[in-house]
C-alpha cells in the first residue's frame, strides 16, 4: 500500500511526432514535477521549451536505469513528484523504465499513467488488420539468424503480429519475412503522425520492391504488422497425441467442455471440433 505523504511517479506518454498530441494532463503534470527523468535529456528539453516549462531533468537510460533507483525514490520518500518520459511514446514499451517502475511498486511507491501516444496502437488502429487480438514484439534480433529463428517461432500463431523495426534493417527484415511468411500480407506504417506519415501493404517482396523503387520509403521508425495465420483446422482424424490428451484429461475426470478448451489452447483449432472429438472417446468410439 502506498503512503500518502510521499510523491509519485508519473509515466507520461508524449508525442510520437505531432506535439499536438501530448495531452493538456501530460502538459500540466510536467509542468508541476520536481524531476522529470528522460530517456534523452536533450531530446526531452525541446520539448519542455516548447511547453515553456523548466523542471529538473535527469537521464535514465537502459545504461544507467537501475541506478537511479535509489536517487529517484528519495525524491518520491521526500514528498516531491516524478515524471518518467521516453525520447516518443508511451514508457515501457519498447523504451527504459521497466526496472524503475517495477522497484517502486514493490517498495509500495504511488505509479500513475499518464496515457498518450503509443506507435504500436496508432499504427494498428489504421492498418486494417485484425485487433481484437495481437502480439507486441518489440524489435526482432539484429542478427540475421536470430531473427529469422524468432520469426519461425511465430509463424503459427494466429494474432496480427507487431514489430518495431529501424531503417537501416527494414529491407533484411523484410527479407526474413518473405522467407517465414511467404505471401502473408504485411503492412509497414513509418513515420507516424509526421509530414512524411505512410502506410504501405502488400507480401514481403512487394514491399521490398516498393522501398527499392522509392529509397525515401524506408527513412524514418518503422512498425511492422504482419496479419496472423489463418486458423488451423483439425481433421476428421486426430493425431495420436491429440487423443493421449484427450484421453488423459477424460481419465482424470475433467468433463468434454473442459477437456475441448485444454486442447484448443494447447493444440489450436476450433473448440467445437476437439469437443466432437472428446466426446467421441468418452463414448469409446
Known amino acids: 500500500m502506498s503512503d500518502a505523504s510521499t510523491g509519485s511517479l508519473y509515466v507520461v506518454a508524449t508525442p510520437i511526432g505531432n506535439l499536438e498530441d501530448l495531452s493538456p ?5 510536467l509542468g508541476e514535477v520536481a524531476l522529470v527523468a528522460a530517456e534523452d535529456t536533450r531530446h526531452t528539453s525541446r520539448l519542455l521549451r516548447h511547453l515553456g516549462i523548466a523542471p529538473a531533468v535527469v537521464s535514465l ?11 529517484i525514490d528519495a525524491r518520491l520518500a521526500a514528498g516531491e513528484d516524478v515524471a518518467l518520459v521516453s525520447d516518443a511514446g508511451t514508457p515501457l514499451i519498447s523504451d527504459p523504465g521497466f526496472v524503475l517502475v517495477r522497484e517502486l511498486r514493490a517498495r509500495g511507491r504511488r505509479v500513475t499513467p499518464v496515457p ?6 496508432a499504427a494498428l488502429s489504421a492498418a486494417g488488420l485484425a485487433t481484437d487480438r495481437f502480439l507486441f514484439n518489440g524489435f526482432l534480433p539484429a542478427k540475421g539468424g536470430a531473427r529469422r529463428a524468432r520469426l519461425e517461432a511465430l509463424v503459427e500463431r494466429e494474432e496480427s503480429l507487431v514489430f518495431y523495426e529501424s531503417p537501416h534493417r527494414i529491407e533484411a527484415t523484410l527479407a526474413d519475412l518473405s522467407t517465414v511468411f511467404g505471401e502473408r500480407r504485411l503492412v509497414l506504417a513509418r513515420e507516424l503522425t509526421k509530414t512524411f506519415e505512410t502506410f504501405l501493404d502488400g507480401s514481403a517482396d512487394e514491399l521490398i520492391a516498393r522501398l527499392e523503387a ?3 520509403q524506408a527513412r524514418g521508425e518503422f512498425v511492422v504488422m504482419v496479419e496472423g495465420a489463418a486458423p488451423r483446422e483439425v481433421g476428421e482424424t486426430a493425431t495420436l497425441e491429440a487423443d493421449a490428451l484427450l ?3 477424460l481419465a482424470e475426470g475433467v468433463g468434454v467442455k473442459q477437456a475441448a478448451g485444454a486442447a484448443a489452447r494447447l493444440l489450436g483449432g476450433a473448440k467445437k471440433t476437439w469437443y466432437a472429438r472428446a466426446q ?3 463414448d469409446g468410439d
Do not use: T
Not at 61 to 71: I, L, P, T, W
Not at 116 to 121: F, I, K, M, T
Open 25 to 29: 494532463r501530460a502538459a500540466r503534470v
Open 61 to 71: 537510460h537502459e545504461h544507467n536505469e537501475a541506478g537511479r533507483v535509489e536517487q
Open 116 to 121: 498518450g501516444a503509443c506507435a504500436l496502437v
Open 214 to 216: 522509392d529509397p525515401d
Open 247 to 249: 484421453a488423459s484429461l
Open 280 to 282: 467421441q472417446l468418452k
